[in-house]
């Protein structure tokens, strides 16, 4: 074969690779289109929340891909859809906060179609900062180029969530899989417990890491003005301040409820992707981290589903993780699981034991399992 003949099949390949990744805009656009047509009447707004809804069925159906794109692929046409998931990130948040604003609360009438319209904020721009934001922020802060870590820390900032930057690349990258790590699942723990769990665990380990990093213990140490968790809190506050200053008390609920829906479906993404699963040492097994071959998920989570393999090598681009055999299965994609972890969550363990079992891993490991 000539050369001008595999730069063919080579850019084929790419562009094939870059359309199906470019389904990860979907939810963001669909987002931007719900805030701009809105405020809206109850029936309207039911009508928006749907398809959300149809995610997860679609999640379910779609069929698994085991593929990645070549390691020869350029790597700028898949940058180019974080920068622009980025962008379309921050205008949902300005276009979430006008929308508020114009909300109606002097009949009953108008409170209820209101509420109807902030629980339609809740689904859809919870999903599409969860999905399309916090996953994006996740890709960002792993890469080695600065700019991209900076951007990042602001998605994740955008959420009131910037201490996930040091305790996730620090902390649990580390320690997943131990008794060390708060993002880590445990057998049989629920999802809320994880919650009341997860949360106020790994904000005090971010801090504490970053303590460690500045070696600074004392309040009053000059070399807090370098430490990366207070400068997240500093931000978020003065974002809540502006955000309450400029949209008053209904676009400071809002937000909050967006970002609240947000933040809980990121931490049903932890707990579904290490329950049940440890290990004593701190040595890399892809038997540590649950996958799913779901298209879907690959293509609109930019990558995220090939959990095993990031953690086996963080900063590899997402559209280049590989499908690892080893690890457990989810029992659907991402959506479909998420779905089952937050509403179903008797269910989710129920199946994720059994593919325990039938791996013989985490505490199945060892054992003849009938």
Same mark, same amino acid.
């Given at each position: 074969?000539?050369?001008? #003949?595999?730069?063919?099949?080579?850019?084929?390949?790419?562009?094939?690779?870059?359309?199906?990744?470019?389904?990860?805009?979907?939810?963001?656009?669909?987002?931007?289109?719900?805030?701009?047509?809105?405020?809206?009447?109850?029936?309207?707004?039911?009508?928006?929340?749907?398809?959300?809804?149809?995610?997860?069925?679609?999640?379910?159906?779609?069929?698994? $891909?085991?593929?990645?794109?070549?390691?020869?692929?350029?790597?700028?046409?898949?940058?180019?859809?974080?920068?622009?998931?980025?962008? !379309?990130?921050?205008?949902?948040?300005?276009?979430?906060?006008?929308?508020?604003?114009?909300?109606?609360?002097?009949?009953?009438?108008?409170?209820?179609?209101?509420?109807?319209?902030?629980?339609?904020? %809740?689904?859809?721009?919870?999903?599409?900062?969860?999905?399309?934001?916090?996953?994006?922020?996740?890709?960002?802060?792993?890469?080695?180029?600065?700019?991209? *870590?900076?951007? @990042?820390?602001?998605?994740?900032?955008?959420?009131?969530?910037?201490?996930?930057?040091?305790?996730?690349?620090?902390?649990?990258?580390?320690?997943?899989?131990?008794?060390?790590?708060?993002?880590?699942?445990?057998?049989?723990?629920?999802? $809320?417990?994880?919650?009341?769990?997860?949360?106020?665990?790994?904000?005090?380990?971010?801090?504490?890491?970053?303590? %460690?990093?500045? @070696?600074?213990?004392?309040?009053?140490? !000059?070399?807090?003005?370098?430490?990366?968790?207070?400068?997240?809190?500093?931000? $978020?506050?003065?974002?809540? #301040?502006?955000?309450?200053?400029?949209?008053?008390?209904?676009?400071?609920?809002?937000?909050?409820?967006?970002?609240?829906?947000?933040?809980?479906?990121?931490?049903?993404?932890?707990?579904?992707?290490?329950?049940?699963?440890?290990?004593?040492?701190?040595?890399?097994?892809?038997?540590?981290?649950?996958?799913?071959?779901?298209?879907?998920?690959?293509?609109?989570?930019?990558?995220?589903?090939?959990?095993?393999?990031?953690?086996?090598?963080?900063?590899?681009?997402?559209?280049?993780?590989?499908?690892? *055999?080893?690890?457990?299965?989810?029992?659907? @994609?991402?959506?479909?699981?998420?779905?089952?972890?937050?509403?179903?969550?008797?269910?989710?363990?129920?199946?994720?034991?059994?593919?325990? *079992? %039938?791996?013989?891993? @985490?505490?199945?490991?060892?054992?003849?399992?009938?």
């Amino acid at each position: 074969m000539s050369w001008k #003949s595999m730069a063919i099949f080579k850019t084929f390949d790419t562009t094939r690779d870059f359309s199906t990744h470019s389904m990860c805009l979907i939810v963001p656009v669909y987002t931007s289109l719900f805030l701009i047509s809105g405020p809206h009447d109850i029936w309207n707004a039911f009508f928006w929340i749907l398809p959300l809804w149809l995610t997860v069925l679609i999640d379910t159906l779609s069929g698994s $891909e085991t593929r990645c794109a070549s390691s020869e692929s350029a790597g700028w046409p898949f940058d180019s859809l974080l920068y622009i998931l980025s962008a !379309l990130q921050v205008i949902n948040v300005i276009l979430l906060l006008e929308m508020a604003v114009e909300l109606q609360w002097n009949t009953k009438s108008e409170v209820i179609t209101s509420l109807v319209n902030l629980y339609a904020v %809740k689904v859809v721009c919870g999903t599409s900062s969860s999905f399309s934001g916090i996953v994006v922020a996740h890709e960002l802060i792993h890469r080695r180029q600065w700019h991209m *870590k900076c951007t @990042g820390r602001f998605l994740l900032s955008l959420m009131l969530y910037e201490h996930f930057f040091t305790e996730h690349i620090k902390g649990h990258h580390r320690n997943f899989g131990t008794a060390d790590d708060p993002a880590t699942a445990r057998f049989g723990e629920s999802f $809320e417990s994880f919650w009341r769990r997860t949360v106020p665990g790994q904000f005090r380990q971010a801090w504490q890491l970053e303590n %460690k990093r500045l @070696g600074c213990n004392g309040i009053l140490n !000059l070399k807090l003005v370098r430490h990366r968790v207070l400068q997240g809190v500093i931000f $978020e506050v003065v974002l809540l #301040s502006v955000i309450t200053w400029f949209y008053g008390i209904v676009g400071i609920v809002a937000f909050l409820i967006s970002t609240i829906a947000a933040v809980r479906k990121l931490e049903a993404v932890n707990y579904i992707e290490h329950w049940g699963l440890s290990r004593e040492d701190r040595g890399l097994d892809a038997t540590l981290s649950w996958d799913t071959d779901s298209w879907f998920t690959l293509h609109t989570l930019v990558g995220l589903s090939r959990h095993a393999d990031h953690h086996n090598r963080a900063s590899k681009p997402y559209q280049k993780l590989r499908c690892t *055999k080893e690890s457990p299965k989810l029992p659907c @994609g991402y959506f479909g699981s998420v779905y089952l972890t937050m509403s179903r969550n008797k269910r989710f363990q129920q199946l994720a034991i059994d593919e325990l *079992k %039938k791996r013989r891993l @985490g505490p199945y490991q060892g054992f003849s399992v009938p």
